[in-house]
């Protein structure tokens, strides 16, 4: 087999920084080496079939993105990014692996839906790819249903108190679905918003003419984020059951997650660089001449941008930092303006949901490590340990170990992303929700499964090279 060694980097995982040599055969990293590269007076660099220098720079464990929606069919059109598009996007940007969500709407079979979600991925993925079940209509059933997840190596499925008529659970749907996770071993992921009180809402206002993109997340307010987080705890805590609550945006949604962990449950919640960065200011101040004030679409999303002015971003970094919040994923759900946000001109509530960064995350969290807000090895910890550990992947995903997929990215400290249209964006959307941004920082090297997939600005992969990942159970239940 072929044997690459990655000399003179400065290799960073969670646990810690140290300059080291990383020796791969074929798929594998085998050896983590004093830099030098000799073992017991052998010369590695010498014996091996290519050498990669990675003086100056990071090697890290590749991104794991676990949360996105290639293909999700959604407010009556389909995601913009297939998986082989969207894969391929997330590779350029240093994520070697995702997790996607496979949908079981009410009235379909969860087998079917998770039938359905291989057959969009298999063969078309340029990195590795695992699923989440969504459970869309919580059912005798689907409640068998889920008893078969853990088998099929998808040990995580969401649920949605949000979005009436589509995925919406009730309370008693919600608990009687915690009640098979806690028994089968599976992460309960909850999308944490009060939606028959947002539909209410955002009929209201539109029945006022407050139409524009903007009134999309005044309707979906934070105290129906905190609401809705509060119960999913307390549901999980009456069940006993480990709850993941997906893309946190409230400062009060936080305070409720810190609360329950404070209490000793099992709790624990996700972010995504929007609500670090983006703002519902921001988003009422957007007006382009093409668009006027719907170029906001742009940034529809849900959990909604949360006002800046309230402190929602700053607590968002701050949880990351204590680890009220364990980790960053994208919630990659794009949509192109034109054909597709465009549904919601005249209505709001037709944007289709949903913004897309699985290319851009390990650079925007990057400048996390770049201002002081996290350190180097929590941006590792953030972007890839704790997704390995908290959907069964760990030892293999997120450490560069003996043992370890050789899932690498060699990260340039010195480098420079211009982010947007153009530039480096490789998704499949006719707009940016980054355009402009400036990354200190930049991805040169990509290797998943030993292959180098994207060098110096060339991308070398193919569809195909990503695998099914049969994940265990997370490292979170007890
Ligand atoms: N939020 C989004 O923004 N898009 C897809 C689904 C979701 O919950
Ligand atoms: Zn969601
Ligand atoms: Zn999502
Ligand atoms: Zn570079």
Same mark, same amino acid.
């Given at each position: 087999m072929s044997k690459t060694l990655i000399t003179n980097g400065t290799v960073v995982n969670s646990t810690g920084t140290a300059l080291a040599d990383v020796l791969v055969d074929g798929e594998t990293i085998v050896a983590v080496l004093a830099p030098g590269s000799t073992l017991l007076g052998f010369d590695v660099a010498a014996n091996v079939d290519a050498v990669i220098d990675a003086a100056g720079k990071y090697v890290i464990p590749g991104g794991i993105d676990a949360h996105t929606h290639m293909e999700l069919p959604f407010g009556g059109t389909n995601a913009s990014d297939t998986f082989e598009t969207g894969t391929r996007a997330a590779a350029w940007g240093g994520t070697t692996s995702i997790v996607d969500f496979a949908v079981q709407r009410y009235g379909e079979r969860v087998e079917d839906g998770?039938?359905?979600?291989?057959?969009?991925?298999?063969?078309?993925?340029?990195?590795d790819y695992g699923f989440h079940q969504i459970v869309g209509g919580v059912d005798a059933d689907s409640l068998q249903a889920m008893r078969g997840l853990v088998d099929e190596g998808v040990s995580s499925y969401k649920l949605f108190m949000a979005y009436p008529g589509v995925f919406y659970s009730d309370d008693a749907q919600i608990l009687r679905?915690?009640?098979?996770?806690?028994?089968?071993?599976? /992460?309960?992921?909850?999308?944490?918003?009060?939606?028959?009180?947002?539909? +209410?809402? #955002?009929? =209201?206002? *539109?029945? @006022?003419?407050?139409?524009?993109?903007?009134?999309?997340?005044?309707?979906?307010?934070?105290?129906?984020?905190?609401?809705?987080?509060?119960?999913?705890?307390? /549901?999980?805590?009456?069940?006993?059951?480990?709850?993941?609550?997906?893309? +946190?945006? #409230?400062? =009060?949604? *936080?305070? @409720?997650?810190?609360?329950?962990?404070?209490?000793?449950?099992?709790?624990?919640?996700?972010?995504?660089?929007?609500?670090?960065?983006?703002?519902?200011?921001?988003?009422?101040?957007?007006?382009?001449?093409?668009?006027?004030?719907?170029?906001?679409?742009?940034?529809?999303?849900?959990?909604?941008?949360?006002?800046?002015?309230?402190?929602?971003q700053h607590a968002m970094w701050n949880a990351l930092r204590t680890n009220d919040l364990q980790m960053v994923s994208t919630d990659h759900c794009p949509f192109c303006m034109k054909g597709q946000k465009d549904l919601g001109l005249t209505d709001f509530r037709?944007?289709?949901?949903?913004?897309?960064?699985?290319?851009?995350?390990?650079?925007?969290?990057?400048?996390?490590?770049?201002?002081?807000?996290?350190?180097?090895?929590?941006?590792?910890?953030?972007?890839?340990?704790?997704?390995?550990?908290?959907?069964?992947?760990?030892?293999?995903?997120?450490?560069?170990?003996?043992?370890?997929?050789?899932?690498?990215?060699?990260?340039?400290?010195?480098?420079?992303?211009?982010?947007?249209?153009?530039?480096?964006?490789?998704?499949?959307?006719?707009?940016?929700?980054?355009?402009?941004?400036?990354?200190?920082?930049?991805?040169?090297?990509?290797?998943?499964?030993?292959?180098?997939?994207v060098d110096d600005g060339e991308y070398l992969g193919a569809k195909g090279d990503g695998r099914f990942v049969k994940r265990g159970l997370s490292q979170y239940l007890i």
């Open positions: 998770l039938a359905a979600w291989h057959e969009k991925a298999a063969g078309n993925c340029a990195i679905a915690m009640q098979v996770a806690r028994e089968e071993g599976l /992460l309960t992921m909850m999308h944490a918003e009060n939606g028959p009180a947002i539909d +209410v809402l #955002a009929e =209201q206002l *539109v029945a @006022q003419k407050k139409t524009s993109p903007y009134f999309h997340g005044i309707a979906r307010a934070w105290q129906l984020e905190e609401e809705a987080t509060h119960r999913a705890i307390m /549901l999980a805590d009456v069940t006993d059951a480990p709850l993941y609550v997906v893309h +946190v945006s #409230a400062k =009060q949604a *936080v305070g @409720q997650l810190a609360w329950a962990r404070d209490r000793g449950m099992n709790v624990f919640g996700e972010t995504c660089p929007q609500y670090l960065y983006l703002s519902l200011e921001e988003q009422l101040g957007a007006v382009s001449e093409e668009w006027g004030d719907f170029e906001g679409a742009k940034w529809v999303c849900s959990t909604p941008l949360r006002a800046r002015e309230d402190g929602h037709a944007i289709p949901n949903g913004i897309g960064s699985v290319e851009h995350r390990m650079d925007l969290m990057y400048q996390g490590v770049v201002t002081g807000e996290i350190t180097l090895e929590r941006w590792v910890e953030l972007t890839s340990t704790t997704p390995a550990r908290m959907f069964g992947m760990y030892g293999k995903k997120g450490v560069i170990q003996p043992g370890a997929d050789a899932d690498l990215v060699i990260y340039d400290p010195n480098g420079h992303t211009s982010i947007g249209l153009g530039k480096t964006h490789h998704m499949n959307m006719d707009y940016s929700a980054w355009e402009g941004y400036e990354i200190d920082g930049h991805v040169d090297t990509v290797i998943s499964h030993g292959k180098v997939i």
